[in-house]
């Protein structure tokens, strides 16, 4: 039972470049999030989409864009990475009820 | 803004129980209360969750108040294990009617030996 699945674990980026985190979940949960978390900071929505076809922006989606390639893949992508966006990315899914299941996370650093 | 507030950090003796406490006084009445952790910097762990009466699973209980504004997380017996930050966080729905959590800061929770 993998649950969430999140790569790359770690990576580092140098300002400017671009890279695409991915996820995938196999609990047929039809939502998924990506959310970032960052020191003294509770976690904060980028992005998510409620069901396959559909995709909103949360809190801080700037610098930021993703794509549900179908019900069990959603991917954040980094056009031009900056400094601001190191940080530890988490992507989840969820069903209706019960909650939301997370993946182990993504630590980027861009230098 | 986070529709809750809790404590920034709690102590707890391994062995005893362990009871965090929780207000989301704005919350309003189809709104659930969740409870969730993380141990280190690992991905956030569901515990519970409750919308007016008390709720219990293998690991915690929920108490929610019979007003609805504060709740308390039950960890009967606490390990070392247990030691995490618990986030409490109220499911709202955004204008598309779609649910989203909404996340403070948590509790830091220390249990000692």
């Known amino acids: 039972n993998a649950g969430v699945t999140q790569t790359p674990k770690f990576q580092v980026l140098k300002t400017g470049q671009s890279m695409t985190l991915q996820c995938a979940q196999d609990m047929n949960h039809n939502s998924m999030y990506w959310y970032r978390q960052d020191p003294g900071m509770g976690l904060r929505l980028i992005y998510y989409s409620a069901s396959e076809g559909t995709t909103d922006k949360g809190e801080v989606p700037n610098g930021y864009n993703v794509s549900r390639l179908n019900k069990r893949e959603f991917s954040l992508r980094l056009e031009s990475a900056a400094p601001s966006q190191t940080s530890v990315y988490f992507c989840a899914s969820s069903d209706s009820y019960y909650g939301y299941t997370f993946g182990s996370g993504t630590r980027l650093t861009v230098v | 803004d986070a529709k809750t507030t809790q404590p920034p950090s709690m102590d707890c003796a391994e062995g005893r129980a362990a009871n965090l406490p929780c207000n989301h006084s704005?919350?309003?009445?189809?709104?659930?209360v969740y409870w969730y952790r993380q141990i280190h910097s690992q991905g956030p762990q569901y515990i519970i969750h409750?919308?007016?009466?008390?709720e219990t699973n293998e690991m915690a209980s929920l108490i929610i108040t019979e007003d609805r504004k504060s709740s308390t997380l039950i960890l009967p017996h606490a390990t070392l294990r247990d030691t995490a930050v618990y986030y409490c966080?109220?499911?709202?729905?955004?204008?598309?009617?779609?649910?989203?959590?909404?996340w403070g800061l948590g509790t830091s929770l220390a249990v000692n030996p």
């Open positions: 704005t919350i309003s009445g189809n709104e659930y």
């Open positions: 966080i109220v499911r709202v729905r955004d204008a598309g009617n779609n649910r989203k959590l909404i």
């Open positions: 409750g919308l007016k009466n008390n």
